[in-house]
């Protein structure tokens, strides 16, 4: 008889969770908007990260659901997330009607995990707040005043890429790449000498790979999606402690070593310690605490190294399969350098338009962020629809997919910089090309991100020549694991000095 009862009460429990699956996979069928068909607990998120990126993944849910509607439903497990096709609604969710998607929906623990509450994921008032006091810092006089210390990383960089050409014909660039962005953060941010180009086991790159490479728990990461508010309460943290450890106590240390000694370099560190409200927790009007200095300082590290250095991985690929391409970007930079006296300046980068139309063309192709997330604030009806997006929906909206949409860019897989002149750009919707996210969201540090890359590049273009060799598989196959768009296995290229 126990037996028996133990039998009921199994069948009973799977019939529950079968319902309950069930039911909320009946989301977007129950308010009529299209949608793709889920799998049992999975949702439609049964190949991600196994056989498919997390990019290839909505590009496709982008090409099926693209002819439906201005956007469509899938399921990240149980969570519903509206997955927007249409431009002109990503332009109101971005700009006309930011008001009702200011958040972008994303995980962090202010209180078990203070470096997550940074501005990339921070909501509501304090977002708002937070912006307004940071927004100064990356003005094109603040990025005058950082550029002569990047110009010092590109041509380190130069000088070790010139010593590793000549000991081996083929070099892995990836690494390489993030260990020139490393330097340049670690010195703007913390305006510390990371020397990660000389020692790739330095403890700012090695803490760099760490953030990227954290592979929580299954259960953990299940618990972040479907159930964010519980994981919260639960403590649960993005960021692995030994990291978090770290980046504290380097904050912790130059704040006070810069007090104590009146020393003032104008970096973004120097900018945050005036904001500084000598409280570890409270900030008040136009001050940070230390935990909010702290977080704005990691995710300046971890965003600038991580994506610049990608972009330039990608580009430099595309470059070494478009030779001509390479060689007119070359003669580009030779020229403008020419016509300033051969001086790297500020003035002299600003006029490489070409190559401004290379990195671009590369995050159409590559966008380091292949998706960017909003989260509905309130209930919200979509223009010409009488579809409502209901309060607490996530919104995804598909770069990747975007960006090689056949009818937006013809032939996307040919990588042409001229659809980045400015007659192309004036023909297209302007929110066709978002590799920053738009709007009041824009990424804060872009000006600062495409300076490093437009630095690398020049000194790069100016002295190298790429090509592909033996060891690079072409095409370069997506890391399936991780959601900046980067390479499997890094990027294999011969370099020879020019």
């Known amino acids: 008889m126990e037996y028996l009862d133990a039998i009921i009460t199994v069948v009973m429990l799977c019939l529950a969770i079968y319902l309950y699956f069930d039911r909320k996979h009946n989301y977007w069928a129950d308010r009529k908007v299209p949608f793709l068909k889920p799998q049992f607990f999975y949702g439609n998120a049964k190949t991600m990260g196994r056989t498919e990126s997390f990019a290839d993944l909505f ?216 904001m500084n409200s000598a409280d570890d927790t409270k900030s008040g009007d136009g001050l940070l605490s230390f935990y909010e200095i702290a977080a704005q300082a990691f995710v300046f590290y971890a965003a600038g190294f991580e994506t610049s250095s990608t972009l330039l991985t990608w580009t430099l690929y595309e470059l070494a399969l478009n030779q001509d391409i390479q060689q007119k970007g070359r003669q580009h930079v030779l020229d403008i350098l020419n016509k300033h006296n051969n001086e790297m300046t500020y003035e002299s980068l600003m006029d490489m338009k070409y190559l401004d139309q290379i990195l671009n063309e590369s995050l159409r192709k590559h966008p380091p962020v292949p998706v960017h997330f909003r989260v509905a604030t309130k209930d919200y009806q979509v223009p010409n629809t009488e579809t409502i997006i209901e309060a607490g929906t996530r919104i995804f909206i598909p770069v990747y997919g975007i960006h090689r949409d056949p009818e937006i860019y013809p032939d996307p897989e040919r990588f042409d910089p001229e659809r980045f002149s400015a007659n192309s750009e004036q023909n297209r919707h302007p929110y066709a090309w978002t590799p920053f996210g738009e709007g009041p969201r824009i990424c804060v540090g872009l000006r600062f991100g495409m300076m490093q890359a437009r630095i690398g590049l020049a000194y790069l273009l100016k002295n190298f020549r790429f090509s592909i060799g033996e060891k690079c598989k072409v095409p370069l196959e997506l890391d399936l694991k991780g959601f900046v768009l980067a390479p499997k296995g890094g990027l294999w290229l011969k370099v020879e000095k020019i």
């Open 59 to 274: 590009r496709r849910f982008y090409i099926e659901l693209k002819e439906l509607g201005p956007f469509g439903g899938i399921y990240l497990f149980t969570r519903p997330i509206a997955v927007v096709t249409d431009l002109d609604l990503v332009q109101n969710i971005f700009v006309k009607d930011f008001h009702d998607f200011h958040d972008r929906g994303v995980y962090y623990n202010e209180k078990y995990d203070p470096l997550s509450a940074h501005m990339f994921n921070i909501a509501g008032s304090k977002w708002k707040s937070l912006r307004h006091k940071l927004s100064p810092t990356f003005t094109s006089g603040k990025m005058k005043m950082m550029f002569p210390t990047i110009v010092a990383a590109g041509e380190q960089f130069n000088d070790f890429l010139q010593t590793k050409a000549k000991q081996q014909s083929e070099l892995e660039l990836k690494d390489l790449l993030a260990r020139y962005t490393t330097d340049v953060i670690g010195m703007c941010a913390f305006g510390i000498e990371c020397n990660s180009m000389k020692d790739p086991n330095a403890q700012f790159r090695v803490m760099g790979k760490k953030i990227f490479s954290r592979s929580r728990s299954r259960i953990s990461g299940l618990l972040i999606t479907i159930a964010p508010n519980l994981a919260q309460k639960l403590g649960i943290s993005n960021i692995d402690p030994d990291v978090s450890e770290f980046f504290l106590n380097v904050v912790r240390e130059t704040i006070d070593y810069r007090i104590k000694n009146n020393i003032q370099r104008n970096d973004f560190m120097d900018l945050l310690i005036r």
